[in-house]
Nanobody, 123 residues
């Protein structure tokens, strides 16, 4: 029914950039929001950025605003997270997620999750 596959993670030095991708296959699920979350070892899952399905409304966590940008390729049904000026505290597993609700920061409102991609930022 729904498949989300993240890619683009890796090792980068502080101040560098990475672009994460989420390839979404949605057959019958009426998605209204696609979002990025992250989870570092020993910490709870944290909201990063979200976008409505049409791709014209976005929302960001304060910790990444001005550094990260969420966007989508409508033709390929691919969502991106462009990460610039990366810091060691950005190190985490990043997840792509879908929700039937309008843009929310609450992970419990998201119905489908990808497998995650590891981002490691060295100092």
């Amino acid at each position: 029914q729904v498949q989300l596959v993240e890619s683009g993670g890796g090792l980068v030095q502080a101040g560098g950039s990475l672009r994460l991708s989420c390839a979404a296959s949605v057959r019958s699920f009426r998605a209204r929001t696609i979002a990025w979350f992250r989870q570092a070892p020993g910490k709870e899952r944290e909201f990063v950025a979200a976008m409505n399905w049409d791709g014209d409304i976005t929302e960001y966590a304060d910790s990444v605003k001005g550094r990260f940008n969420i966007s989508r390729d409508n033709a390929k049904i691919t969502v991106y997270l462009q990460m610039n000026s990366l810091k060691p505290e950005d190190t985490a597993v990043y997840y792509c997620a879908l929700s039937r609700f309008y843009i929310s920061r609450a992970p419990e409102l998201y119905n489908y999750w990808g497998q995650g991609t590891q981002v490691t930022v060295s100092s």
